[in-house]
């Protein structure tokens, strides 16, 4: 069974872009969540998909977006990088809501 | 609002010791479920183990075991003999239900800022 595949592993992106990436949830899984991990804050959770429906959002700037398709893959886009945009950003699949498992994660770099 | 934290921010061991990560968290829900994560250089999140709010017993997978106590909201994790292998950042992770108008409930992980653990040969 697949695990959950987040693309690309790295990204450098420039101040001021924008970025998508991507995630892959385990088959038959249809919750995707996203987290933001950085070495100040720590892990954080930006939001989570169910169904092509966004079901919950953390406390982040309207600048963090994302989608859910109707086979579960999910992106997420930051619109007008920041510096402090840089992080890990993890995404979790879920069968059943309450347990999940994580992909490799997007290390994204802004200079 | 629910919190977790891991007071141990580095732990340093010689290999066959055996080391305890704490983790103690905060919560007004009844229902919620705690795990614990271990985060390789790689970057991936494992899981090892999940607890509901309602179970009380303490669980032994091999050399790992977890004692979760509700009176002191507490939920540690214990390595025996601990190996090089087992060198990563171990995160707690608090997860409740917030359920929208709709009432489909969505869960989120809260976690802890996590506790490296190095084991020196």
């Known amino acids: 069974k697949a695990g959950v595949t987040q693309t690309p592993r790295y990204l450098i992106k420039t101040r001021g872009q924008q970025v998508t990436l991507s995630c892959s949830p385990i088959s038959g899984h249809r919750s995707v969540s996203w987290y933001q991990q950085t070495p100040g804050q720590g892990l954080q959770f930006l939001f989570e998909y169910f169904s092509e429906t966004q079901r919950n959002k953390g406390n982040f700037p309207g600048r963090f977006s994302g989608r859910q398709f109707s086979n579960s893959r999910s992106e997420m886009n930051v619109s007008t990088l920041e510096l402090g945009d840089s992080a890990l950003y993890l995404c979790?699949?879920?069968?059943?809501?309450?347990?999940?498992?994580f992909g490799s994660g997007t290390r994204l770099t802004v200079v | 609002a629910q919190k977790v934290t891991q007071a141990q921010t580095e732990i340093s061991v010689v290999e066959k010791e055996d080391v305890t990560l704490d983790c103690v968290y905060e919560?007004?829900?009844?229902?919620?479920?705690l795990f614990w994560y271990k985060q390789p250089p790689s970057g991936e999140l494992v899981f090892l183990i999940r607890?509901?709010?309602?179970?009380?017993q303490n669980e032994i997978s091999g050399r790992y075991s977890w004692n979760f106590q509700k009176s002191t909201s507490s939920f540690n994790f214990t390595i025996t003999a601990s190996q090089v292998v087992d060198s990563a950042v171990y995160f707690c992770a608090l997860s409740e239900a917030s359920y929208r108008d709709s009432g489909a409930g969505s869960y989120q992980l809260t976690f802890g800022k996590g506790t490296k653990l190095s084991v020196i040969p």
């Open positions: 979790a699949s879920s069968s059943t809501g309450y347990g999940y498992t």
């Open positions: 607890r509901n709010s309602f179970d009380e």
């Open positions: 919560t007004r829900d009844t229902t919620y479920y």
